[in-house]
């Protein structure tokens, strides 16, 4: 997959929030062997994230409040992408800041930084209440935000889109027109738990981020639904946990995947993912994996 100057060495990378800043990872497999190691969402400052309960299970997913929990631009600096460097690790951070002016900051930075390989530019996140989902389900905010990143770096840029709008095709439409490389499809969908002793909301934030399985069908929709209408490549996530879970979102259009939170039932989810997907190439002689992408729209 190439995203803007970037080619990655493969289509199955990590997504962000859930593979940290890759140490947690890097103990079970080497995370050089990865397309790309989305690091969490930062911001200028440290980030306590939100307070009480953050994180539940349901049927097949999790819902998290985690609220873009994070050490901070210096700290990632100076501690967190020496080792992802020393590791091989190809490097794409997420930028979660408060503000337009916040993102614009961290991008100009990032961007200039060696060893930064692209930029994710968050726009949906669910679980804070300034930036997140109040840049990403308006298109007027949506583009100027995306517009005045592009206008600061020039690093690839990847925005990655929120499910909780009515067309998805609209806001990744507008990623290419501001200047976009990429498209991050999906984030998390909007969920709730209730206390049913209390009568309360579980979270303290009220709303949660619903990821995992339950959400995989839903983002394989949205992942061909871009890839029909936006010439512009899809990372696919949602729920991926192995092999024919990538295929699948190969197959209706993205040109590569991020494993989320099944990295967290199975810490080598992401490679295996990778080697599967080597072997199944192999044994079909298949060169490339763009033989694969968007083969659901060909039939």
């Given amino acids: 997959m190439r995203i803007g100057s970037l080619r990655l060495k493969n289509p199955v990378t990590v997504a962000s929030g859930t593979a940290g800043y890759g140490e947690e990872l890097a103990g079970y497999f080497d995370?050089?062997?990865?397309?790309?190691?989305?690091?969490?969402?930062?911001?200028?400052?440290?980030?306590?994230?939100?307070?009480?309960?953050?994180?539940?299970?349901?049927?097949?997913?999790?819902?998290?409040?985690?609220g873009l929990?994070?050490?901070?631009?210096?700290?990632?600096?100076?501690?967190?992408?020496?080792?992802?460097?020393?590791?091989?690790?190809?490097?794409?951070?997420?930028?979660?800041?408060?503000?337009?002016?916040?993102?614009?900051?961290?991008?100009?930075?990032?961007?200039?930084?060696?060893?930064?390989?692209?930029?994710?530019?968050?726009?949906?996140?669910?679980?804070v209440k300034e930036g997140g989902m109040a840049f990403g389900r308006n298109l007027s905010t949506f583009s100027a935000l995306v517009g005045a990143v592009r206008r600061v770096t020039p690093a690839p840029l990847i925005v990655k889109l929120s499910p909780n709008?009515?067309?998805?095709?609209?806001?990744?439409?507008?990623?290419?027109?501001?200047?976009?490389?990429?498209?991050?499809?999906?984030?998390t969908f909007?969920?709730?738990?209730?206390?049913?002793?209390?009568?309360?909301?579980?979270?303290?934030?009220?709303?949660?981020?619903?990821?995992?399985?339950?959400?995989?069908?839903?983002?394989?929709?949205?992942?061909?639904?871009?890839?029909?209408?936006?010439?512009?490549?899809?990372i696919g996530i949602g729920g991926i946990g192995c092999l024919d879970d990538v295929l699948e979102f190969l197959m209706a259009g993205a040109s590569a995947v991020s494993i989320g939170t099944m990295s967290l039932v199975n810490p080598r989810t992401a490679i295996e993912c990778a080697e599967g997907l080597e072997d199944y190439m192999r044994e079909r002689n298949i060169v490339r994996p763009d033989e694969i992408i968007g083969a659901a729209h060909r039939i």
Avoid: W
């Avoid at 969402?41 to 985690?66: D, K």
């Fill in 69 to 127: 929990e994070n050490v901070g631009l210096d700290a990632f600096l100076e501690k967190k992408l020496p080792f992802l460097l020393g590791k091989g690790a190809t490097v794409i951070p997420n930028i979660a800041g408060h503000s337009v002016d916040e993102n614009v900051e961290l991008c100009r930075v990032l961007g200039q930084t060696p060893g930064i390989a692209a930029l994710e530019l968050n726009v949906s996140c669910p679980n």
């Fill in 31 to 66: 995370i050089a062997r990865l397309g790309a190691v989305f690091t969490k969402g930062l911001s200028l400052a440290p980030r306590p994230g939100n307070r009480g309960q953050r994180i539940v299970e349901t049927p097949s997913g999790m819902l998290n409040s985690i």
């Fill in 165 to 187: 709008v009515t067309d998805v095709t609209e806001f990744a439409a507008a990623a290419k027109d501001c200047g976009a490389d990429a498209v991050s499809a999906v984030n």
């Fill in 190 to 234: 909007l969920g709730m738990k209730i206390d049913v002793a209390t009568g309360r909301p579980h979270f303290q934030n009220r709303v949660a981020g619903l990821s995992g399985p339950a959400i995989r069908p839903i983002a394989v929709r949205i992942v061909y639904e871009i890839f029909a209408k936006v010439d512009l490549p899809v």
